[in-house]
């Protein structure tokens, strides 16, 4: 069989709106899979904000330098709640915790995250400089 023609139809998506946002990439076991999250738009208004979140996401990556195991949760690391879990005041911005796929409700690690800016449609890739 062959393709006589494409038709276009209905657009599926909104245009993405301008600001920073946050591709957050959770690891299940060790390595058993990935999951990617997108937070935001973050305007330039809301930078604290998202200098914020930026720390807590980093201080999460840190909290278990030699690995996590079972049953250890990111709940005692500073801003966690916030961002990560529907308890506590919640920005606009946050998402809720991803868990484990194994049922028995350990939260996903923390991998690495990425950040973006869209200014018009157009993506720009962004470098995260902390301090020393």
């Not at 023609?5 to 599926?12: A, D, R």
């Not at 076991?29 to 979140?53: C, I």
């Not at 980093?58 to 961002?83: L, M, S």
């Amino acid at each position: 069989m062959k393709v006589n023609e494409i038709v276009i139809k209905n657009k599926i998506n909104e245009p993405i709106k301008d600001g920073f946002y946050i591709e957050v990439t959770f690891m299940f076991g060790d390595a058993d899979g990935y999951q990617t999250e997108e937070m935001g738009p973050f305007s330039k208004k809301e930078l604290p904000l998202l200098y914020d979140v930026l720390e807590t996401i980093q201080r999460c990556i840190d909290a278990y330098p030699n690995g996590r195991r079972g049953g250890d949760t990111y709940n005692h690391v500073e801003g966690f709640n916030k961002w990560f879990n529907d308890y506590e005041y919640v920005p606009e911005q946050a998402i809720d915790m991803v868990y484990e796929p194994n049922g028995y409700g350990d939260q996903a690690g923390f991998d690495y995250f990425e950040v973006f800016y869209y200014d018009n449609g157009e993506k720009y890739e962004c470098e995260v400089v902390f301090e020393e």
